[in-house]
């Protein structure tokens, strides 16, 4: 296994537009995670899931966001009608409800609304 | 909500030596972890404490679960552990809230 794998690594959109990213968590790892990331704070919540349940949203995540994790294996976040507000790192991390109940961080996705 | 804060928030160091990064939160947790960010983005997870001490080579994390306090310390420093330290908390299956990061440089 490679670790989280988060594509595409950078995106560029124009405002209004719709983005799409992907998160390939590790195999075993049942629960997976979005985050949002701008410059010199640290990591927000945005939703989380348990297998293919999304179990929790945060108030951050307006209705232009929606996330998927179909068969509770890969995920994507989407977002719609994108604003320059959007522009942030995106990161995913995966973890198991059993062994060492660690994190894996992907790389990231960085977007920018220009 | 947890709250998470951490000091200082920016730190410079010579080469060799120790550092002491701290982290203080404000409801109670299962656990907290240390991550490590490099410039690019990726986050790497240094340590994840419930009670007591870890080390890792030059690595030591501690915590005291009635002070809701951690720190994270660095013995004999080098130029490549200039990064962003991530101090974050959980209790049971809640999310990850973390802290703003203290960013690291340690000159040659």
């Known amino acids: 296994d490679t670790g989280v794998s988060q594509n595409p690594r950078h995106k560029i959109t124009k405002r209004g537009q719709n983005v799409t990213f992907r998160c390939d968590p590790i195999?075993?790892?049942?629960?997976l995670y979005w985050y949002r990331q701008t410059l010199g704070q640290g990591p927000e919540f945005l939703t989380y899931f348990q297998n293919e349940a999304q179990l929790e949203k945060s108030r951050l995540l307006s209705d232009r966001f929606s996330a998927e994790r179909p068969k509770g294996s890969f995920s994507t976040l989407e977002i719609q009608r994108t604003e320059q507000g959007d522009s942030a790192m995106y990161l995913c991390?995966?973890?198991?409800?059993?062994?060492?109940?660690?994190?894996?961080f992907g790389s990231g996705t960085r977007l920018t609304v220009v | 909500k947890n709250e998470v804060e951490q000091s200082p928030q920016n730190l410079t160091a010579q080469e060799g030596e120790f550092i002491t990064i701290n982290c203080s939160y404000s409801v109670g947790i299962s656990a907290l972890h240390w991550l490590q960010q490099h410039p690019g983005g990726g986050i790497v997870s240094l340590f994840m404490?419930?009670?007591g001490k870890k080390k890792h080579g030059r690595l030591i994390a501690t915590i005291n679960i009635q002070e809701k306090h951690s720190s994270l310390h660095i013995t004999a420093s080098h130029p490549r552990d200039s990064a962003v330290y991530i101090c974050?908390?959980?209790?049971?299956?809640?999310?990850?809230?973390f802290g703003k990061g203290t960013r690291l440089s340690v000159i040659a």
């Open positions: 991390a995966s973890r198991s409800d059993w062994g060492d109940y660690g994190y894996t």
């Open positions: 195999s075993e790892h049942n629960r």
């Open positions: 974050a908390v959980t209790a049971g299956n809640t999310p990850l809230v």
């Open positions: 404490l419930s009670s």
